[in-house]
């Protein structure tokens, strides 16, 4: 089965976002920024819309694509938190909401997400990560207390591109300390008591984690 042929098919049946969205889209990609990709789009908003979280954390704004995916199919009175650090990116989501009349329902913060994230406050609904990978494992404790129970985490780029599955010297150098921490933090979601995890091989591979309620989750 060639996995190639099959996203490209799937494309093919993709409509767009809107005007906004899609130009959005085809800048950011002929200026290599890294946003989602064209399939894991229309999966991310068929989570939210089957989720209908109030309140969404994203971790990673880059120029505001995903939010502004997000916050199309989010139900009415809900609001999007979105984590930004590079500052040359910033002044360019901000134009994005603005020109999407989404500036009331998504609040951009600047700053690097080890400290903002200490600095939010309640739980969110929906959280959706696409940031520096090798902080997702570092972050995953803070993360896990920011979710709500029953809140569902969403973790793009889990597969590397295929580097993964390969031995630690298959891989680059440049490349190890990545790879490493991702195997360690795929491997913490799917045995963790708190959360229950699928790999989704979509795009560079989405996990999904659901925060356990009940008994298991009081345990811990």
Do not use: C
Not at 181 to 208: C, F, N
């Amino acid at each position: 089965m060639d996995q190639r042929r099959i996203t490209d098919y799937i494309n093919s049946l993709d409509m767009g976002h809107g005007p906004l969205l899609d130009r959005i889209a085809k800048e950011a990609r002929a200026d290599f920024v890294p946003i989602i990709r064209r399939e894991t789009a229309a999966f991310l908003q068929t989570l939210v819309a089957a989720v209908r979280p109030v309140r969404i954390l994203e971790v990673g704004t880059a120029v505001g694509y995903s939010a502004l995916l997000m916050a199309q199919s989010m139900p009415e009175g809900a609001h999007i938190t979105t984590i930004e650090k590079y500052e040359p990116r910033i002044p360019l989501a901000r134009e994005h909401f603005r020109l999407a009349k989404m500036e009331d329902s998504i609040t951009l913060i600047e700053g690097d997400a080890d400290k903002v994230l200490e600095q939010l406050s309640g739980t969110f609904d929906f959280i959706f990560m696409d940031a520096a990978k090798g902080q997702y494992i570092h972050w995953l404790p803070r993360i896990l207390e920011l979710l709500a129970p029953g809140g569902l985490l969403v973790t793009d780029n889990v597969l590397q591109d295929g580097d993964i599955v390969e031995p630690r010297f298959a891989v680059e150098r440049r490349n190890r300390t990545i790879h490493a921490r991702m195997r360690e933090y795929l491997y913490t979601l799917t045995h963790s008591e708190q959360m229950k995890t699928s790999i989704v091989p979509i795009g560079d591979g989405v996990a999904l984690s659901v925060k356990v309620q009940g008994e298991n989750h009081e345990k811990n």
